[in-house]
């Protein structure tokens, strides 16, 4: 039986990727690069540096910057953003989300938050959600960032819990990559297409119940 979920923030407890994208777009928009919803996809779950990395080599002319000047473009994206996520309120948590984290604790489940974003604690706190996990891991002392397993061993490591006995809810292939590299079992939020490697997929979140993925876990 599993001890323990954890889920991603953006795009599976909010649609906060949407303001990420829109940041993206913006911060794109100043620079010439156009970021589309294919480009974007590549940045779901990836961390803020390595999105900004991902979107200039898609500049027809990459440009060469120095690190400062990563850092600078990195903050205007955060500004961005932040400005997006301040009229954020509980009624942004996506559909199905709040009864499917009642009937996981019911079910005697730890419950975590594997979030690659350094913005999850202000987001939780605006969503009300900051006190329904028993731990949110800290973007800021992870060293490797999904695709790698950190995030989600991270967690199950302050848990206390078996990685075996984890499951990792995901909207983006780099996380649910993270997830199965964890030997986690992996709820997939999205397209068969973009999240090949989940063991359990749904479409959108009202499709989730504590239920269905117990059952496909024990399968
Ligand atoms: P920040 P998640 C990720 O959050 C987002 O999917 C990704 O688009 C973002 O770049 C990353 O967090 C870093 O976020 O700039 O706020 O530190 O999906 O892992 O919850
Ligand atoms: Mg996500």
Redesign the pocket.
């Known amino acids: 039986f599993p001890q323990a979920v954890i889920f991603?923030?953006?795009?599976v407890l909010t649609d906060t990727?949407e303001f990420?994208y829109l940041a993206w777009k913006q911060l794109g928009a100043e620079l010439g690069i156009e970021v589309d919803k294919a480009l974007n996809e590549q940045?779901?779950?990836?961390?803020?540096l390595q999105?900004l990395e991902r979107i200039l080599a898609a500049a027809p002319v990459p440009p060469v910057l120095t690190a400062e000047e990563m850092e600078h473009l990195a903050a205007k994206k955060?500004a961005h953003?932040t400005a997006l996520i301040a009229s954020v309120t509980p009624n942004d948590i996506l559909p199905g989300i709040a009864a499917l984290l009642q009937e996981l604790r019911a079910a005697g489940l730890k419950l975590a938050v594997g979030?690659?974003?350094?913005?999850?604690p202000f987001v939780l706190e605006r969503l009300g959600l900051d006190s329904a996990f028993d731990y949110v891991v800290d973007?800021g002392r992870i060293q490797r960032g999904?695709p790698d397993p950190e995030t989600f061993t991270n967690a199950a490591d302050h848990l206390k819990v078996p990685y075996e006995s984890c499951i990792g809810v995901e909207d983006?292939a780099a996380?649910v990559e993270a997830i199965k590299r964890a030997g986690m079992f992996a709820v997939g939020i999205g397209s068969a297409q973009t999240l090949r490697q989940a063991d359990y997929l749904v479409t959108a979140t009202e499709l989730l119940s504590a239920e269905h993925i117990l059952a496909a876990y024990s399968r």
């Open positions: 991603d923030l953006d795009g990727a990420h940045l779901k779950g990836v961390s803020r999105s955060n953003y979030s690659a974003s350094r913005n999850a973007a999904k983006a996380g």
